[in-house]
């Protein structure tokens, strides 16, 4: 069974610009969630999917991040315009179920020059 | 707010040998999860381990192990007979029902070098 992926593995984009990540969660799990580490830091929430709706999306940092699940399967989590301090890795998770273990992806690097 | 504490930044320990990584966390709640997870080099998290507050018993998988002390709001993890394999990241994570959904507070990580 393929495990959670994630796409790009990696990203570098200047200031200004907007970059798209997805998440293909594992099949079958409708719970998705987003999470970000900025680096040295705590991974932190972002927020979660239950099919295609938002359950919780309180650590959203601001209105520059938008994240959709149309259709309740893969996710997009698209920053515009990126910031600096947007660098870091995006962790997507899934679960079956809510309060199982959450399976990772591998991330994305973002780079915000 | 729920905060977890992972005050090793950095460990390194011999291959075969014993090393625990330590872990603390705040909260008020009675009822949660604890985990850890191991983020290999260039490789996604996986799940080493995982407590549940209301179990006395401590958790074992096959060489890791956990110290979890309730009252001392700890839980530490214990590789025994390290592997070269075992060098990763190590977050410790908290869980429970937070604003509706379950989700993760981890701490800032742990990074282990297994030397040969």
């Known amino acids: 069974e393929a495990g959670v992926t994630q796409f790009p593995s990696h990203s570098v984009i200047e200031k200004g610009q907007t970059v798209t990540l997805r998440c293909d969660p594992i099949s079958g799990h409708d719970n998705l969630y987003w999470y970000r580490r900025v680096m040295g830091k705590e991974i932190k929430f972002l927020l979660h999917?239950?099919?295609?709706?938002?359950?919780?999306e309180s650590g959203m940092p601001n209105n520059r991040f938008l994240a959709e699940r149309t259709g309740g399967t893969y996710s997009t989590l698209k920053v515009q315009p990126a910031e600096l301090e947007d660098s870091g890795v995006y962790f997507c998770?899934?679960?079956?179920?809510?309060?199982?273990?959450?399976?990772f992806g591998p991330g994305t690097r973002l780079t915000v020059l | 707010a729920q905060t977890v504490t992972q005050s090793q930044p950095e460990m390194s320990v011999q291959e075969a040998e014993t090393v625990t990584l330590s872990c603390t966390y705040d909260?008020?709640?009675?009822?949660?999860?604890l985990f850890w997870y191991k983020q290999p080099p260039s490789r996604q998290m996986i799940l080493v381990i995982r407590q549940e507050a209301y179990k006395q018993q401590n958790a074992t998988e096959n060489r890791f192990s956990v110290n979890f002390q309730k009252a001392a709001k700890s839980f530490s993890l214990k590789i025994s007979d390290s592997q070269l394999g075992d060098t990763a990241m190590y977050f410790c994570?908290?869980?429970?029902?937070?604003?509706?959904?379950?989700?993760?507070?981890f701490g800032t990580g742990t990074r282990l070098k297994v030397l040969a």
């Open positions: 909260t008020s709640e009675s009822n949660y999860y």
């Open positions: 999917f239950v099919k295609e709706s938002k359950q919780d």
């Open positions: 998770a899934s679960s079956q179920v809510i309060g199982d273990e959450q399976f």
């Open positions: 994570a908290f869980m429970k029902l937070l604003s509706g959904t379950y989700k993760y507070i």
